[in-house]
């Protein structure tokens, strides 16, 4: 049996649950090749002996590593590591990864007035966000000895406390592992990706994406000289297959990813296609943005953990938000990366930015180690999640025979394939019904969209979904 004791390190003093820290382990050993796939794990009371813990705790994490993808139940003979992953070749232990040096280079929604019905196509609920307590913690800040070194001092990076914060907050809720220097604050996340594409690319490089994809991550690729390839999105996101044909053909320089919740579909890349990913973007010398927009919401287990939390290589520039748990005006976002790149988009983001809002970003950093964004989150998933359910329910009552849809795991939308119904007609139709539908419609399918759930109250599905239906039912001549 393999020395349980030592791969596995328990640290009782972390926030994240033991559970947690067991699997992440696990998920550790296997992405450094020292746990192979098709090994039969120990019984969960042996690994509680071995660990010195309780057998609840063994079977929690066992749970959890079936749920995210790495291991399976062979009825009759145990529990096991996933035969289906992919190879991984074993590095050795205490292996240092050589860091890259990097140059820099040189190189619509229909916007009509939000008025009392609308649907949009997934955003928070601004009336649910802890802004009164944010506001709370920013005017104490600013107070003071603290005020002041927050109010004069350097943050071309982010103001540090929210960096380290930040750093401690992604390793307990995401098992992503590094510092403050892995860590730069950006004006939301679309900054974020802007400075990512702007520091990688020169002109002409190919950036591979999803046929379907996030508009603003196109546009900024375009922006920073990059050449589209995109790539058919499936039922488990990106199509590998067509992936692994373009990093062949070509030089690929990047590629921008969605994985917890594609968007716009919202569906989730498993397990092996992540570690795929990472073999193919390690042999073919390219990197992944990958932007974890609502890694938060999830609705049944917990969510898979980022493709950054297991790579190896340094390949992976993590990109998240806090506009999607607060509201979409706090500019909060940020980006993880090896500190080469980090140091790269910082000292670009100096050109148009140069002290951010510390002020702002203290008072996050307060909260964060206070622990009121998780509380806050606890709330939202349960309310998401009740949303979410009433508004698929209502479609399926009102629309069944002309939509199809999957209830989605996570996110705060859904993705709606119409069978009679093209979406420029029905936004169109919807306003002539007092309905603002605020979606994207996009260029490789008129009949689907993301319908957001999130921001209406339950009586504001009522009421929404029926004009929806009233709409429907005026262009199909009903």
């Excluded at 169109?428 to 605020?438: C, F, G, M, N, R």
Aim: aromatic share 8%; net charge positive.
């Amino acid at each position: 049996m393999l020395p349980w004791k030592s791969i596995i390190s328990i640290n009782r003093k972390e926030n994240r649950p033991v559970y947690l820290q067991i699997s992440d382990a696990v998920i550790s050993e296997i992405m450094k090749g020292r746990i192979q796939k098709g090994l039969r794990m120990p019984g969960s009371r042996t690994l509680a002996n071995e660990l010195t813990i309780n057998r609840k705790t063994v079977l929690q994490a066992y749970d959890e590593l079936m749920a995210q993808g790495w291991m399976e139940i062979i009825p009759t003979k145990g529990t096991f590591i996933k035969q289906s992953l992919p190879e991984i070749k074993q590095q050795p232990l205490g292996q240092l990864i050589e860091k890259k040096t990097i140059e820099v280079s040189n190189s619509s929604k229909y916007n009509m007035p939000r008025g009392e019905h609308v649907i949009d196509d997934g955003t928070p609920d601004y009336r649910l966000a802890p802004i009164d307590l944010l506001l709370k913690t920013a005017r104490s800040v600013s107070k003071g000895v603290v005020g002041k070194s927050v109010l004069l001092g350097n943050h071309f990076f982010g103001e540090i406390t929210l960096r380290k914060n930040l750093s401690n907050y992604l390793s307990s809720t995401r098992a992503i592992n590094g510092s403050s220097e892995n860590i730069l604050i950006t004006r939301g996340s679309q900054m974020a990706i802007y400075l990512a594409f702007t520091t990688l690319l020169s002109k002409g490089d190919q950036v591979i994406v999803g046929e379907l994809n996030y508009h603003s991550a196109d546009r900024a690729i375009k922006s920073a000289g990059g050449q589209l390839i995109k790539v058919p999105v499936t039922t488990e996101g990106l199509d590998l297959s067509a992936v692994e044909k373009e990093v062949k053909r070509g030089k690929i320089r990047a590629m921008y990813i969605t994985p917890h919740h594609q968007y716009p579909t919202t569906v989730t890349m498993p397990v092996e296609n992540r570690m795929r990913l990472l073999e193919l973007a390690e042999k073919y010398d390219f990197y992944i943005i990958e932007d974890d927009y609502d890694y938060d919401y999830h609705y049944n287990r917990s969510p898979i953990l980022p493709l950054a939390s297991i790579d190896q290589s340094g390949r992976i520039i993590y990109i998240g938000s806090f506009s999607k748990i607060l509201v979409p005006s706090i500019r909060i976002g940020y980006m993880f990366a090896n500190e080469t790149i980090t140091k790269k988009c910082g000292e670009l983001r100096m050109i148009i930015d140069k002290l951010g809002d510390p002020i702002m970003e203290r008072a996050l950093a307060e909260m964060l180690a206070n622990n009121e964004i998780d509380r806050f989150l606890k709330k939202a998933v349960n309310t998401y999640k009740e949303r979410r359910d009433l508004f698929c329910q209502k479609l399926k009552e009102g629309l069944k025979n002309e939509i199809s849809f999957n209830k989605p795991i996570g996110g705060m939308a859904v993705w709606v394939t119409f069978k009679n119904v093209k979406i420029k007609e029905l936004i169109e139709t919807a306003a002539k019904h007092q309905l603002t539908l605020k979606i994207d419609v996009y260029e490789h399918t008129e009949r689907a969209c993301r319908f957001g759930f999130a921001s209406m109250t339950l009586e504001e599905i009522e009421s929404n979904t029926a004009l929806m239906v009233k709409t429907i039912k005026t262009i199909l001549g009903r």
